[in-house]
């Protein structure tokens, strides 16, 4: 009987500890994890280190890319956002924005990501250090128009060479400004 319990246990056991695979998919509306880690290869981009009424109070350039993690969109337009980082480094404030949290949230002023957000996503918007708007984009933005925009902001020429997309497999693609 003893007997029995054990190899009962041990199945249990083995057929309960098998690892599934993982199912991640770039084209699916799916929830894979951090879209910026799995897709981008680039998980320092959230949370953002500053908030939009510190940058705002800093006088400095404001990107804010609003996302989903389980969007297909947000998950193609991940490696663009990843690109911004590279090119424009330190040069002004990059804010990647679930907008999970500012769903069915009321507006409160300039300083809050939730004035901006018109409800889709990916969503670009770039702000000089005065607060001016000066791009507001939806859906796969050209990096070229994101770039432009960043330098009529901050007075820093962008790159003039255009950008190429790199897949190295199916999840992840680079966006590469020449």
Do not use: C
């Not at 880690?37 to 320092?44: E, F, H, Q």
């Amino acid at each position: 009987m003893a007997g029995f319990l054990l190899r009962s246990l041990s199945m249990v056991l083995a057929l309960v500890l098998i690892a599934l695979p993982g199912q991640a998919a770039r084209e699916t509306d799916s929830y894979d994890g951090n879209i910026f880690a799995l897709y981008a290869g680039n998980g320092s981009l959230v949370p953002p280190a500053i908030t939009l009424a510190e940058s705002q109070a800093a006088g400095r350039t404001s990107v804010l890319v609003y996302y989903l993690d389980d969007s297909s969109t947000s998950k193609v337009f991940s490696s663009s956002v990843s690109e911004l980082q590279r090119v424009w480094g330190n040069s002004v404030d990059l804010l990647p924005l679930t907008t999970d949290a500012l769903q069915n949230r009321g507006d409160q002023g300039q300083n809050d990501p939730a004035h901006y957000w018109k409800g889709v996503v990916p969503q670009v918007v770039v702000l000089d250090g005065s607060g001016s708007v000066i791009l507001d984009a939806e859906g796969q933005v050209p990096l070229e128009e994101i770039n432009a925009a960043i330098s009529a902001a901050t007075g820093i020429p962008a790159p003039t060479g255009g950008s190429t997309s790199l897949s190295f497999n199916e999840l992840n693609t680079e966006v590469i400004s020449r």
